[in-house]
């Protein structure tokens, strides 16, 4: 802190002084039409600062500088033009500005649903960023949204929560997992459009943020294109069709604003067999704009989403059944019922207030949200596992076995998955019907997490002179979750005995041992949590350079307050547990040098001390107390330098990053057969450290006025940088005899992957890109991608030395080279990804009518590839995966989710 001190007051001492402001103004209309378009923005290369049109489109601004100035002028769904001044203290007049509409506006649609797809994981192995990423105009983050994140490619490695996402400045990031929930306001397209991005490090006016930086949506309806805009979609990929339409009033002379917004998106199935979809969205804003500097905004948000989930696959099982293959589903009177439905209810409430003059910017605004998201799982009770793919059904299980190879029953099995492949719903209602006493053998429960959120936030810019803006916010929330297991469906039975299935003990001691549907089971806990953070920054603008520097504390605590008395825990899993208390200190700071008007070099570097998400604080929540075992905040070192350029036919940068986690912790579930015995365990992991670095590219050619050429790059190296830190936790409840100890936890000593690589997509990729704009009004493009150096998800546990333990005796095995063991745990690379994806589109203006079509196919040449996968953690221990992979075809292999194959997606829009 002294040293960001001291460059605060080094900057200080150099302000100039006895400057003369230039002022600039005009007037921006449409260029179809000539009407005013109100909030344009104009933004000086270089300056965080951003300017706003009236209502009428006129604008007036005051530069304190003098010299080459590159400055851009853009507003929602039109195309932005770029202006190079040269000022010298005269006024000057940029008269009318006409604006084009951008044709190319729906392919924010059809980032959407990829990011549809990014939602489909429940783990949050492929939690990236493209949806972060829709409003900016940076080359190499376009080309890292729309064509690598279809191999769920992530920025700089970094997962989605390292990233804020804010609606009108209340950060909307979950306090669970610390990721924003875009299902949230999925669907809503048009009224989520206006939005502010801020790059990585770099300064932005509403928060201090995260590394891979920051959304603000803007949902003022005054900022809106007045009108009726009505679209309808069709797709292959997460749902077949959808409806939208959107009325947005524009702001009335009475000072008065609204807009209306709702849609609706469906399948019966989506590309993979059985993942129904189903969402509805509702949108509502009203705002008063009682003068220039004040308005109130109010906004709701209702999004509705139900969809069946799908299975990541071993090898083969995919080999038998193809990339479509989803075993959560069977058929049931006809139709198809999926078992692992999720769906997502959590409407949100928010009134703001806006205060904008030319000395300050405050932005105030209280959030309100409750609702739930469920998922559904198969439950079974001393009965068979109803998969298709439990690894006792499928070949390999009959040619891994110890008492050797059983081609034979290998090959029944195989005849039997291929002629049934999904889930037997008749059959599971059989055996229901069938139960001497009632109880359910077969049960569909659902978990339930019911969350009801209060955050109030407020952040002000304030021009405290000629060459000096300061910044300062704060922000509370207040966080109530429920989580529980209930009851959806008994399958024709009449109740179910709430007890572990394994020890026979009892779920909940005081409650009923039988349960009906709607009846909680399992496990009932609420955890209540707050947090606090402000922060403030300081941004000094000179002719030549400009910087910034920044801190926030953070602060906040977690409770856990169990409502079941498990009989496994007897002692500390009802009632209130210990309260965590967190606190976190962080700074960053960032130059700008400008060579000149077209060239700038960027350097910024953070240091962020930060919380582990509510996740990963408990061993256990569901069923005990019991908190991560010296928990401590995680520490992230950044710098990023960039080399941008503008020139009149080549603009784009290169960038290069360094980033390094410290104290991360991370908890796992799994059954494992260990070298210390078999259970199902909860995995603790600390004092994992991760080092990202790399270099990005991107640079955009303009060949001609309708010709355009890109070009995008990413070289990473994203991997573990310490051995971290495994204790395992389990129930005592069972036979002694069984229990791999008396205490019910193991501290297994250090996971030897150090160096290894982390699974957070391709770390290589590059893209070349063409596109064509006629002046008619069409436009197409086409990009050919490559990537590469993707990785499967590691297996810690079989990184301890408890791998090399003889589960009979506990002891080191005897004549095992690290040869062989380093070539039965070598890390998995995925194959290498080729991909071309085609985008175009057509607009017309008929009767003051604009009408617009776009259509998208991606993965061109129809190929497959491995997005992603995890290695299974069951055969922790040497002798018996060795067994397992024998044949090469191992029961309990890496599980993979694979890529879509050829895919579409149409819209058509008419805006009146």
Not at 103 to 115: P, S, V
Not at 336 to 347: D, M, V
Request: proline content about 3%.
């Amino acid at each position: 802190m002294r040293t960001a001190m001291f460059f605060v007051l080094l900057c200080y001492t150099n302000l100039l002084s006895g400057q003369h402001s230039t002022e600039i103004s005009g007037t921006i209309k449409d260029g179809s039409n000539q009407v005013p378009v109100a909030r344009g923005s104009l933004k000086v290369e270089g300056f965080q600062k951003e300017y706003h049109t009236a209502v009428d489109g006129s604008f007036t601004i005051a530069l304190d500088f003098e010299g080459d100035f590159i400055i851009h002028i853009s507003a929602p769904d039109y195309l932005p033009k770029t202006f190079e001044l040269f000022l010298e203290g005269q006024p000057v007049s940029l008269g009318d500005i006409f604006l084009e509409k951008d044709i190319t506006l729906e392919k924010n649609d059809n980032l959407i649903t990829l990011t549809d797809n990014e939602l489909s994981d429940d783990e949050g192995l492929f939690s990236g960023s493209m949806g972060m990423l829709q409003s900016t105009r940076d080359i190499f983050l376009t080309r890292a949204a729309f064509d690598f994140g279809q191999a769920f490619f992530k920025i700089r490695g970094y997962d989605s929560q390292h990233g804020e996402v804010l609606i009108n400045g209340i950060p909307l990031n979950k306090i669970w997992d610390g990721r924003p929930q875009w299902n949230n306001w999925g669907g809503l397209n048009d009224v989520i459009r206006n939005q502010t991005y801020t790059q990585a490090l770099e300064m932005n006016p509403n928060t201090f943020g995260g590394i891979l930086g920051n959304t603000n949506i803007d949902t003022r309806p005054s900022g809106f294109r007045s009108g009726l805009r009505v679209s309808s979609s069709m797709s292959n990929r997460t749902y077949r069709s959808r409806l939208m339409a959107t009325y947005n009033s524009g702001l009335l002379a009475s000072g008065w604003a609204y807009s209306l917004s709702a849609s609706r998106r469906w399948a019966n199935s989506g590309y993979v067999d059985g993942t129904l979809y189903d969402a509805q969205s509702l949108f509502g804003t009203l705002e008063y704009k009682w003068n220039k500097q004040n308005s109130l905004v109010i906004s709701t948000i209702m999004a509705n989403n139900r969809r069946g989930r799908s299975a990541a696959l071993t090898d083969e099982v995919f080999v038998l059944m193809g990339n479509r293959y989803n075993p959560y589903w069977g058929i049931q009177n006809g139709e198809i019922r999926n078992s692992r439905e999720r769906r997502i209810f959590e409407p949100l409430f928010m009134v703001n207030h806006f205060l904008q003059s030319n000395k300050m910017n405050w932005t105030t605004g209280i959030m309100y949200q409750s609702g739930s998201t469920a998922k559904d799982r198969l439950a079974y009770f001393n009965t068979q596992n109803p998969d298709p793919t439990y690894y006792k059904y499928v070949p390999s299980f009959h040619i891994n076995g110890s008492f050797g190879a059983d081609f034979v029953n290998a090959n029944l099995a195989k005849e039997a998955l291929l002629d049934h492949p999904q889930l037997d719903w008749g059959q599971m209602y059989a055996v229901n019907r069938n139960s001497p006493d009632d109880s359910a053998s077969y049960a569909l429960s659902e978990d339930v997490q019911y969350e009801e959120r209060f955050m109030v936030a407020s952040n002000m810019q304030l021009n405290l002179g000629e060459s000096l803006e300061l910044g300062l916010g704060a922000n509370m929330e207040v966080s109530g979750i429920q989580n529980f297991s209930r009851i959806k469906d008994l399958l024709g039975a009449e109740f179910l005995e709430d007890s572990d299935s394994f020890s026979l003990t009892r779920n909940d001691v005081f409650g009923n041992p039988t349960k009906t549907v709607g009846d909680r089971t399992g496990y009932n806990f609420e955890m209540n949590s707050k947090r606090l953070g402000g922060f403030t920054q300081l941004q000094i603008k000179r002719k030549k350079w400009n910087a910034f520097v920044s801190g926030a504390l953070s602060q906040g605590n977690a409770q856990r307050n169990g409502l079941f008395q498990n009989e496994r825990y007897p002692e500390y899993s009802l009632g209130k547990g210990d309260k965590i208390t967190l606190a976190g200190l962080s700074a960053k700071s960032g130059m700008t040098y400008f060579l000149n008007g077209r060239h700038w070099i960027m350097i910024n570097g953070a240091k962020i001390n930060r919380a582990p998400a509510l996740q990963n604080l408990f061993v256990n929540p569901r069923e005990n107390n019991v908190i991560v075992p010296e928990v401590q905040n995680e520490t992230i070192s950044t710098i990023d330098l960039g080399y941008h350029v503008r020139l009149p036919d080549l603009k784009g940068r290169i960038s290069a990053f360094y980033t390094r986690f410290q104290h991360t912790t991370d908890v796992n579930f799994f059954f494992v057969d260990s070298g210390l015995g078999s259970d199902f365990v909860q995995e603790v992991i600390t004092g994992l450290d991760k080092l990202h670095k790399g270099l990005e590219l991107g640079l955009e050619f303009k060949a001609s006025n309708e010709l355009k050429l890109s070009l995008a790059g990413n070289l990473g190296s994203y991997v573990y940088a310490s051995d971290p830190n495994i204790q395992i936790y389990f129930d005592t409840s069972g036979n002694e005899e069984d229990l791999i100890n008396k205490e019910g936890n193991v501290p297994l000593g250090t996971a030897k992957i150090k160096g290894l690589k982390l699974a957070q997509g391709p770390q290589t990729a590059l893209s070349f890109g063409v596109e064509y704009r006629s002046p008619k009004y069409w436009w197409l493009g086409t990009t050919a991608n490559y990537m590469d150096q993707s990785y499967a998800n590691l297996s810690t546990i079989k990184r301890t030395q408890s791998f090399l333990l003889d589960p009979d005796t506990q002891e080191p095995l005897l004549g095992v080279s690290t040869a062989n063991v380093d070539r039965l745990l070598k890390q998995q690379k995925l194959e290498e990804i080729y991909l071309l994806n085609l985008v175009g589109g057509k607009s017309w203006l008929v009767n003051k009518k604009y009408i617009s079509a776009f259509l998208s196919v991606n993965n061109v040449f129809d190929s497959v590839f491995k997005t992603g996968g995890y290695e299974q953690s069951r055969n922790g221990n040497y002798q018996q995966m060795l067994q397992d992979n024998l044949s090469g075809t191992p029961s309990f292999g890496t599980k993979y989710w694979r890529s879509y194959g050829r895919t579409y997606f149409l819209n058509l829009a008419i805006n009146f």
